[in-house]
C-alpha cells in the first residue's frame, strides 16, 4: 500500500518506521525544512539546548524502549530539589512552606480521589461533564487554604501543562490526571535524549526508505472511495492512504472534505499552549560556583528556569507560559527582559550574560504554540471521537493521544495509526 504522510515529527516518522515493517511504501510530506516538529535541538557556540520539547518522564516507557533501540541511553538530570522564590523568598522546591505544601498536597488527595473513581468515559456522565463546564482555576480557588499556597499550585500546574490554569477544563485535566496515579516519585522531567530530542527523529528518519519532502504544506485533503487525494501549495499527490499529524489548529486552517466541517470543528476546540522558551547564554556557567542546584520556580517574569545547556553550553532555559508568554513575546527585548527578571535572584548572572534567542512557539506557524490543551466547556465535545478516520486518512499526533501533549503521545498515535492501517 502506499501511504502519504503529513509531517515529519516524531509522531510521522514513527508511523513511517512501523509501516515501512509491515511492508507498506511510504512518502512524507514536511513544511518545514527539517525533521523534528516540537523537537527542534538548537546548537549553541558550544554544545547545544533544546528549544522545544525536551524531557523524558520515567514512565513513558515507548519513548524509553525506543531509544534503546538506536542504543541511546537516556541521560538522568540532578537538578532536585530546585528552588522557589516568592516574593523574594526563597525555599527548596520540595518544601515550599507549610501553606503552599498543605495546599499542594491537598490538590493532589483530592485529584487522586477523583480520578480513581472516574469512569473511563467520563463526558457519557451528565455529572462529570458538569466539571467541564469549570476550569482548573475554579477548582483551585475553591481548593487551596491560603495566598501562597494558591500561588505554587498554579506556577507548578501552569508550568505542567503550559497555559494559564484558567483556560484548562477540569474534566480534561482529571482525565490524564490518571496516566500520573501510579507515578513514583522522581519519575517526572528525569532524563534527557542523549544529542538532544530531534536527534531521535533523525536516528528514525536515517533508518527509513521513505522519502522526506521538505517545504511541502498541506492546503487541502479529499478522500475517495479507494484513494486519497492531497494538495499542497504546488501540486497534487494521490496515495492509497494518508495520515496527517500536523498539530489541531494547523488541522482545522486545512480544507476539509464539505462534508466532513464537523470534524474539523470538533478538532478546532483543541487548543494549543501560549509558551515561549528563552535561551539565556552566558560566558561561562557561573552557576556552577553557586549552591543552585539548577531549577527555579518564582513568581518573576522568567517562570520557570533550568539548566538548557548541555556538552558545553553555557545556556539556561526560561520557560514562560500563557498570558505572561505572551506579553513577553510583544516585549521590544525579550530576552533582556527575562534576563533581567532572573537577575533579580541571581544578580552575579548579568555580568556574564551574552544574549538570548527565544523560541516563541505561540508564533510558529506550523504548530500555533507548544503542545496541546482543551478550554472549558470543551473537553466533552472535542474529545470523543478526535482521531477517527475520515474514509482513508487517519490521524495521528500527540493531541489524539492519552498521553495528551508529549512524545510519548505521538509514539502512542504512531501505533495507534500502523494498527489501523493493518488491520484493514
Ligand atoms: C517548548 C516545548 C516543550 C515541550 N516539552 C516537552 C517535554 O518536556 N516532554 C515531552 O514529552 N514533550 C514535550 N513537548 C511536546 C513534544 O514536543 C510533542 O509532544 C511532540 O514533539 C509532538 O510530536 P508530533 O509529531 O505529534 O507533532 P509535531 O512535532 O508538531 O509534528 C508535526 C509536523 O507537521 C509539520 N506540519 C505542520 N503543518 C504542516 C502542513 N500544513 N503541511 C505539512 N507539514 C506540516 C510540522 O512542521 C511538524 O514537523 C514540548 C513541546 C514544546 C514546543
Request: aromatic letters at 12%.
Amino acid at each position: 500500500m502506499k501511504i502519504a504522510i503529513v509531517g515529519a515529527g516524531l509522531a510521522g516518522l514513527r508511523a513511517a518506521q512501523l509501516l515501512e515493517q509491515s511492508g507498506n511504501e511510504v512518502v512524507i510530506f514536511e513544511a518545514r525544512d527539517r525533521v523534528g516538529g516540537r523537537l527542534h535541538t538548537v546548537q549553541s557556540s558550544e554544545g547545544f539546548y533544546e528549544g522545544g520539547g525536551e524531557w523524558i518522564d520515567g514512565d513513558h516507557h515507548r519513548l524509553i524502549s525506543l531509544l534503546k533501540e538506536f542504543n541511546l541511553e537516556p541521560e538522568p538530570t540532578d537538578f532536585y530539589p530546585g528552588i522557589v522564590v516568592s516574593r523574594g523568598e526563597v525555599a527548596p522546591e520540595d518544601n515550599p512552606g507549610d501553606r503552599a505544601t498543605a495546599d499542594f498536597d491537598g490538590i493532589d488527595e483530592a485529584a487522586s480521589a477523583i480520578a480513581q473513581r472516574m469512569p473511563a468515559e467520563p463526558w457519557l456522565d451528565e455529572d462529570y461533564a458538569d466539571l467541564d463546564r469549570k476550569s482548573l482555576a475554579d477548582w483551585f480557588d475553591r481548593q487551596c487554604t491560603s495566598d501562597v499556597g494558591r500561588w505554587f499550585v498554579e506556577a507548578y500546574y501552569r508550568s505542567d501543562e503550559g497555559e494559564d490554569t484558567d483556560q484548562i477544563s477540569l474534566l480534561s485535566w482529571l482525565h490524564f490526571y490518571r496516566n500520573y496515579l501510579a507515578r513514583e516519585v522522581g519519575e517526572m522531567s528525569a532524563a534527557r535524549i542523549p544529542g538532544g530530542s530531534q536527534t531521535l527523529c533523525q536516528h528514525i528518519a536515517d533508518g527509513l526508505q521513505a522519502e522526506i519532502l521538505y517545504g511541502k504544506s498541506l492546503k487541502s485533503f479529499e478522500t475517495r472511495e479507494d484513494h486519497v487525494e492531497l494538495w499542497f501549495e504546488d501540486e497534487m499527490v494521490f496515495a492509497d492512504r494518508a495520515i496527517i499529524t500536523v498539530p489541531p489548529p494547523i488541522l482545522a486552517q486545512i480544507e476539509w472534505p464539505v462534508d466532513q466541517e464537523f470534524r474539523r470543528n470538533q478538532i478546532a476546540q483543541i487548543n494549543m499552549a501560549r509558551i515561549i522558551k528563552v535561551a539565556l547564554e552566558y560566558k561561562t556557567a557561573w552557576w556552577e560556583q553557586s549552591d543552585w542546584s539548577g531549577r527555579l520556580l518564582t513568581d518573576l517574569p522568567c517562570q520557570q528556569v533550568w539548566i538548557g545547556g548541555r556538552h558545553g553550553a553555557n545556556v539556561l532555559c526560561a520557560y514562560i507560559c500563557g498570558e505572561e508568554a505572551q506579553m513577553i513575546a510583544q516585549s521590544s527585548d525579550p530576552a533582556q527582559r527575562v534576563q533581567n527578571a532572573f537577575a533579580e535572584i541571581f544578580p552575579e548572572s548579568s555580568d556574564h550574560f551574552i544574549g538570548g534567542k527565544v523560541h516563541a512557539w505561540l508564533d510558529d506557524p506550523y504548530a500555533n504554540g507548544a503542545f496541546p490543551f482543551i478550554k472549558p466547556g470543551k473537553f466533552v465535545t472535542a474529545w470523543p471521537g478526535r482521531a477517527e478516520p475520515v474514509g482513508n486518512v487517519h490521524f495521528a499526533g500527540d493531541w489524539t493521544a492519552e498521553w495528551f501533549g508529549f512524545m510519548e503521545g505521538a509514539l502512542e498515535s504512531a501505533e495507534r495509526v500502523n494498527q489501523e492501517i493493518n488491520n484493514e
